[in-house]
């Protein structure tokens, strides 16, 4: 009997054939959902950046705008005085300012120090007056200053050669972002300041001289809502202000908040009663306020920064708000409030003096001649920067990125739009007149533009 015999035909295995067909069609199969899956994490990733960014977009232009907002904010009102016909037959108020009995306003911190210490034009520079010799108006260009920036300069001049502590633009970790604008903003601080009440009323008063009511002391009391009198700092600057006039004057203060004006010719312009700030009616609501910290400047700019935080690339624009210098001890601060913003655009809308708006850049703004401005300041110094003061609008353009470079964007995908160029359409990166290359940006990235357009209390006729 044969040692071999023939197994029934369903206990056979498979064929080398069957089993090299098998692992093809199975390789196939898994080829096909490793690139499904790729292709839908290639997406989800997209979708999530672009969430982000959207998200990240409509917050940078909400902050910015509560702050434009308010630019220029004063006590009670920002205009005053009696109607001027423009020349379009408009009526046009006169443009409220405080009278300013100090000789620092500008200037860097110090005792007695100027509270306009952060990205200010200097006295004397280029067209701008020098410094007064006697109280003078406060002059428009110093509620608003916007500066616009290529990648080479910035006009009408270089935020960082002003009165200035923010970074030079360039390529390396924490300098400012190339191509991007810089506009600094004033306005006093809404929730600040002590009231100034009647006679046998608790609270905030003033002492006068007997002979010409020139203000000798102001003793401060805090009252409900009010800020602590430790605020008010020796060597400030202060601000007594009503909702008709406001005056800034040099000052000691005591511990306990006694505001001493001061009389000389240092810090001042002399004790004659001309040099000196005068008394207001308790009827007329007036409050003292320590401008230094109560007169808000705030600073828009570009920083860029590592999107890792270790200091390397990929980078990206981060988005800051500079308040007083930065200065913690005078009510300021430096704060990163969103990352992934590579292009900042201003255009201000300007009403000059026969009532129509036109949107101009900073460097038109600053260059206006006096004849295009409606009225301004009482007593004006200079008409030289007049239309900062005459600026109703602020259209503000972000350019935002996902941070992250996505190697999987190709074409149409890296194209996008930044209406701040004048662009007719979707351009690849290469194509736009700021490159994300010239300023330190990798291309691979999504990029969505942002814009809004801010009423601002700058001036409101």
């Not at 037959?89 to 509270?115: E, F, M, Q, T």
């Not at 500079?322 to 704060?335: I, K, L, P, Q, W």
Request: aromatic letters at 8%; charged letters at 15%.
């Amino acid at each position: 009997m044969s040692a071999f015999r023939m197994l029934p035909r369903h206990s056979r295995g498979f064929t080398l054939i069957e089993l090299m067909v098998a692992m093809v069609l199975g390789l196939l199969v898994a080829a096909g959902i490793v690139t499904v899956f790729a292709s839908t994490s290639s997406s989800n990733k997209a979708q999530n950046q672009l969430a982000q960014l959207q998200e990240a977009g409509r917050f940078a232009v909400t902050r910015m705008g509560t702050d434009l907002r308010m630019a220029n904010g004063q006590y009670c009102t920002n205009t005053g005085g009696v109607a001027k016909i423009g020349t379009g037959g408009n009526a046009l108020d006169h443009i409220r300012a405080p009278k300013v009995y100090a000789k620092n306003l500008i200037g860097a911190a110090g005792a007695v120090s100027g509270a306009f210490g952060d990205v200010t034009t200097a006295w004397g520079a280029g067209s701008y007056p020098a410094a007064p010799a006697a109280p003078y108006t406060m002059p428009s260009f110093l509620f608003m200053r916007g500066y616009e920036c290529t990648l080479t300069a910035c006009t009408p001049v270089d935020p960082n050669t002003t009165i200035s502590t923010i970074p030079a633009m360039g390529t390396a970790i924490n300098n400012r972002v190339k191509g991007a604008d810089v506009l600094t903003v004033r306005y006093v601080n809404p929730a600040a300041g002590w009231a100034i009440v009647p006679a046998g009323v608790t609270g905030s008063t003033l002492a006068t001289s007997s002979s010409a009511a020139t203000i000798t002391s102001i003793t401060l009391v805090q009252r409900t809502g009010e800020p602590p009198v430790s605020n008010a700092a020796n060597g400030d600057l202060f601000m007594l202000a009503d909702c008709s006039n406001a005056q800034i004057f040099p000052a000691t203060a005591s511990s306990v908040g006694v505001i001493t004006p001061l009389a000389n010719t240092t810090d001042g312009f002399g004790t004659g009663a001309a040099n000196l700030p005068t008394a207001q009616e308790p009827e007329s609501a007036p409050k003292v306020f320590d401008v230094n910290r109560d007169f808000q400047t705030v600073t828009y700019y570009l920083k860029l920064v590592s999107v890792n935080n270790d200091g390397n690339a990929p980078f990206t624009g981060a988005l800051i708000r500079r308040v007083n210098g930065g200065t913690a001890g005078r009510g300021g601060s430096e704060d990163e409030l969103v990352r992934g913003v590579e292009r900042l655009d201003f255009r201000y809308g300007v009403q000059d003096n026969t009532g129509k708006t036109s949107f101009l850049t900073a460097a038109q703004v600053d260059a206006a001649p006096a004849a295009s401005c409606p009225p301004a300041e009482l007593n004006a110094i200079t008409a030289t920067g007049c239309l900062w003061r005459s600026i109703k609008s602020i259209e503000v353009s972000l350019l935002m990125d996902g941070q992250t470079p996505l190697y999987t964007l190709t074409g149409n995908q890296l194209n996008y739009r930044y209406s701040a160029d004048a662009n007719t359409g979707l351009l690849a990166p290469s194509g736009h007149a700021i490159k994300p290359s010239d300023q330190g940006f990798p291309d691979q990235l999504l990029r969505r533009e942002f814009s809004v357009l801010v009423p601002v209390r700058n001036y409101n006729p």
